[in-house]
């Protein structure tokens, strides 16, 4: 029996990307420039940059990216504290946003050949543990 050394396996790897931007427009602007989209699968952002209407936006970031806000960002009057940024490499199939009634977390599952998994983005304030 012969074994194909050429034939490659498929990437089964998940990368995510971690930040606390701080609310800060120019680490916003340096994070964009180095997630690529073709290494990461993820990014969970903690005190994301929001524009005047709460909104995460850049030229290039819906191109890549679908962004997920907490459950009820539209509708509470507290700052959201935690987005998620799904690359749309990753089918909507497979995933689905997880409904939570907090402006400090945000979470999917993902379902694929490996089963369920479910990540939580969560900011916790250093002065409290209202969000735990």
């Known amino acids: 029996m012969q074994y194909n050394h050429s034939k490659q396996q498929p990437n089964t790897d998940f990368k995510i990307w971690q930040q606390n931007l701080r609310k800060s427009s120019t680490a ?13 699968n993820l990014a969970c952002i903690q005190e994301p940059f929001l524009n005047p209407v709460g909104l995460a936006n850049a030229s290039n970031l819906r191109q890549y990216w679908d962004v997920i806000y907490p459950t009820n960002h539209h509708v509470n009057p507290e700052r959201s504290q935690s987005i998620l940024l799904v690359n749309k490499k990753l089918s909507k199939n497979n995933w689905h946003i997880i409904p939570l009634d907090s402006p400090n977390i945000t979470a ?11 990540i939580y983005n969560i900011y916790n304030a250093c002065n409290h543990s209202h969000t735990l």
């Open 108 to 118: 999917i599952e993902l379902n694929g050949n490996f089963g369920k998994v479910r």
């Open 28 to 40: 916003w602007e340096h994070m964009l420039q180095n997630l690529n989209p073709n290494t990461y």
